[in-house]
């Protein structure tokens, strides 16, 4: 029997590989994280309160996109590990600032050493160059989440997108 011709191919979507390729990724992470007594969320609140400095309870829960009631959850779980400090702020007693320890800070760079080796054994077919670039796109497309940004982008911003969008990858 003959096959069919392929009349309009849509062009390759990513989403499918992008899921399949962060479940590889989250379940190896967790199987890392989990005799440090972490979980991927303790991960980012504790890279978000390095990466940012101390921050109010409010603020924190904004930044992370979770509902305040959990963020409250979530720190009992830092806190009881030492690996985060609640006090009230001097500004305003009837909030909380929330700080990172020193022993949040070691446990956190113990944590991102163990999640490179997830990635370097996930990603290990890509060159470093390959990674980096795959790297640099997922930034620019988790910031440019709407047709407005994208259409603010600088013209070598731009040329990278529809590069990509066309598979091209190396006109950057």
């Known amino acids: 029997m ?23 990724v989250r379940t190896r992470a967790e199987s890392v994280l989990t005799p440090m007594n972490l979980r991927p ?13 101390s921050s109010t309870q409010q603020a924190l829960a904004a930044t992370l996109g979770i ?9 009992n779980d830092l806190e009881a590990d ?12 009837r909030r909380h600032v929330v700080e990172l320890t020193d022993v ?3 446990k956190l760079a113990k944590a991102e050493f163990a999640l490179a080796a997830v ?3 996930v990603l290990g077919g890509l060159t470093p160059d390959q990674r980096e670039e ?11 989440t709407d047709v407005e940004a ?23």
Request: with cysteine; hydrophobic share 35%; proline share 4%.
């Open 41 to 53: 969320r303790h991960l980012l609140t504790l890279t978000v309160l390095r990466d940012h400095g």
């Open 119 to 121: 990635e370097d054994e």
């Open 82 to 93: 030492n690996l985060v400090e609640r006090r009230r702020s001097p500004e305003d007693r």
């Open 150 to 172: 994208c259409a603010g982008a600088d013209e070598a911003g731009q040329t990278l997108v529809q590069s990509c969008v066309k598979g091209d990858v190396s006109a950057r």
């Open 67 to 75: 509902d305040s009631t959990n963020l409250v959850g979530l720190l």
């Open 2 to 24: 003959a096959s069919l011709p392929v009349v309009n191919q849509p062009p390759h979507r990513c989403g499918a590989l992008l899921d399949h390729l962060s479940r590889r």
């Open 134 to 144: 795959l790297y640099c796109l997922l930034q620019q497309a988790t910031a440019t």
């Open 104 to 106: 949040g800070a070691k």
